[in-house]
């Protein structure tokens, strides 16, 4: 029997596509806009906010990238804040920082909770990973000025990000090219039938995916960071085209998402994984804080590439966690970050997984991370 193709991100489950639900946060917000991709999400938001030339925004060192290209092209002057070793916020350079700046961006690590908003400055919250994850009893992505969500990475949907403006609203312009959106459908239908226990589903389309996939052949290559991150020197053109309408296959799916069930069973697999893998993940995310509902596992081992590859051997698709900063930040001022660029992985915990698809994760994370030491 073939092994399940299992990925960090979800696939589409068609269930969503003849569901109707009440629409839960930030889906029920006024002031929410669909776009194509996160990136242009960020975009909008900045316009929202009249954030351009002359204006300073201070970012987290560690971060993904796309958010700081977004605001270099919008002639935002960036100023960098830093970000303890242990992917918490250093609270004093935070507020420092700020305090210099007309606005704050927060990131949401793996879907748990942001710093505190800093007083005096409009704020902006990444909640791209923290999707119906909440802090104490409030959302997370309901109290900045603005907020940032990826529908893509938390429903499996074929693209979407969306922006949240908390007393206003954007709109998106134009749909996004169809031939992208059809390859993005078939990849989706692809991975929804790799991770199915039916061998009869699972075996011509695991065949198929790591047959076609970029990823897939860059980390038998080694060369996975070179093919999956650096989208910089990007345009303005680039940025529209990002910050158009989502699919209407994506706008008419999020009407059929359960937030909570899907909190609840990303908490049941986070834990599964915890309960095997407790060593692994870093201090901060041994715990699972009430209402969160993580987007991954996050796991911590000094041979990531090899332990990428030896996971990927054994079905799971696991995938670097901001190994390359954006070229405006100085690596070598906030150089305490770069054990974690080179050690970092996510492993999949999302609602489309069973127990047992987690029994099979973890397995495979033991036996990988064996072999990648030897």
């Keep these: 029997m073939s092994d399940p193709l299992m990925s960090v991100y979800p696939p589409l489950e068609p269930a969503t596509l003849v569901t109707r639900r009440s629409l839960q946060f930030p889906f029920n917000s006024d002031g929410l806009t669909l776009t194509h991709l996160g990136r242009g999400a960020i975009w909008l938001a900045l316009k929202a906010l009249g954030l351009g030339p002359g204006h300073r925004l201070a970012m987290p060192a560690y971060h993904c990238g796309s958010e700081v290209e977004a605001a270099r092209l919008a002639g935002i002057e960036v100023m960098f804040y830093r970000v303890l070793p242990t992917l918490e916020a250093d609270h004093e350079d935070l507020f420092r920082v700020s305090r210099q700046c007309h606005a704050t961006y927060l990131i949401s690590y793996y879907g748990f909770p942001m710093p505190p908003l800093p007083p005096g400055t409009l704020v902006i919250e990444d909640a791209a990973h923290a999707l119906f994850s909440y802090d104490g009893g409030a ?38 090219p169809w031939k992208r959106m059809a390859r993005s459908m078939a990849s989706q239908s692809m991975g929804w039938a790799a991770q199915s226990r039916a061998g009869v589903l699972r075996a011509p389309a695991t065949k198929v995916f790591r047959k076609v996939s ?27 085209v990002a910050a158009s309408k989502s699919s209407r296959m994506t ?28 060593d692994l993940v870093p201090p901060r995310f041994r715990g699972l804080p009430d209402g969160v509902a ?7 081992v000094p041979q990531r590439d090899r332990t990428i590859a030896e996971l990927q051997k054994r079905g799971v698709r696991s995938i670097e966690i901001w190994p390359v900063p954006h070229p405006l930040l100085d690596r070598h001022r906030f150089a305490e970050l770069e054990p974690l660029r080179h050690e970092m992985l996510a492993l999949p915990v999302h609602q489309g997984l069973s127990p047992w698809h987690m029994e099979q994760v973890a397995k495979a994370a033991r036996e990988a991370v064996i072999a990648a030491h030897r």
Excluded: M
């Design 294 to 300: 993580p987007l991954y596992y996050p796991v911590r």
């Design 251 to 278: 706008e008419w799916a999020v009407h059929g998402a359960d937030g909570e069930a899907i909190r609840q069973q990303r908490r049941r697999n986070y834990a599964i994984l915890l309960d095997s893998l407790p």
């Design 139 to 176: 959302a997370i992505g309901s109290r900045g000025a603005a907020a940032i969500f990826c529908p893509r990475k938390s429903l499996g949907v074929p693209d979407g990000g969306a922006v949240l403006i908390r007393d206003g609203h954007i709109e998106a312009q134009g749909r996004p």
């Design 214 to 240: 970029k990823a897939e052949q860059a980390v038998e290559e080694g060369t996975l960071t070179e093919v999956v991150i650096g989208e910089w020197n990007l345009e303005v053109a680039d940025l529209e």
